[in-house]
């Protein structure tokens, strides 16, 4: 091979990058530092989302049904926007708890709900990108509370999650 013909594609590989990406604005210059790898390159990744539960008690149709609560995820994001992820309706009034008294992961937050001395406890945690309610109930007898899955919460891309109080 000739040295004109070496130089010619030496000189054709720098002048169009060898492939990489060019940048062209400081927006694109955002997207691509936030990148991890997860998702292209023109995804937009939110940094924080902020969580709490959001409860509407509901009243039984005759005097000795159930008090329930429909209780749901609020999650608000770095612009302010919120949206409220519904988990369920369970039996009582809630109330937020802010100890444990129950083994296994570590919560993020907790809900308290009773009605006529039974009680079920929701618990809050994180797993790699969803939200995960688990459910147990309450017995004054036991030290411990089983808990089983009862909802899951995807969470936006890269979210930095952190909580707030039990909205009103």
């Keep these: 091979m000739s040295k004109s013909l070496v130089l010619a594609a030496v000189a054709g590989l720098l002048m169009f990058g060898c492939g990489s990406r060019t940048v062209s604005t400081k927006d694109d210059t955002k997207k691509l530092k936030d990148n991890k790898g997860s998702a292209d390159a023109g995804t937009v990744l939110r940094k924080a989302v902020v969580i709490s539960w959001s409860t509407e008690k509901r009243q039984g149709i005759e005097e000795t049904d159930p ?58 945690v994180k797993d790699k990108f969803d939200l995960v309610v688990l459910k147990g109930k309450v017995d004054t007898d036991a030290d411990e509370i089983a808990y089983d899955e009862f909802k899951r919460v995807k969470l936006p891309l890269g979210a930095r999650v952190t909580t707030a109080p039990m909205e009103k």
């Design 67 to 124: 008090v329930t609560t429909l209780v749901k995820i609020a999650q608000t994001i770095e612009t302010g926007a919120k949206d409220h992820n519904e988990v369920g309706i369970v039996e009582g009034v809630c109330v937020e708890k802010t100890v444990d008294k129950a083994g296994g992961p570590k919560a993020l937050l907790w809900l308290y709900c009773e009605w006529k001395g039974k009680g079920t406890q929701l618990k809050l």
